[in-house]
């Protein structure tokens, strides 16, 4: 699964940390997700869905290889 977290966040003009402390996680997280070693859970998914105003497909999608 890729999704468009970096991008997103650069349009907002925050960092991993700022980002990571709107919705509650770890910037470790944030850098995971970013880099496609983490999935997110639904309710992740959501609350950045909700803070970027994008919906959950428009900010991951699935590969053919997934």
Do not use: C, H, W
């Not at 650069?10 to 070693?37: H, M, P, Y």
């Amino acid at each position: 699964m890729r999704n468009r977290i970096k991008v997103e966040r650069a349009e907002l003009d925050l960092t991993q940390d700022e980002l990571a402390k709107r919705i509650g996680v770890s910037r470790q997280t944030i850098s995971s997700i970013e880099k496609n070693r983490y999935v997110p859970s639904t309710i992740l998914a959501l609350k950045l869905s909700a803070l970027f105003n994008k919906s959950v497909n428009e900010l991951f999608f699935i590969e053919e290889t997934d």
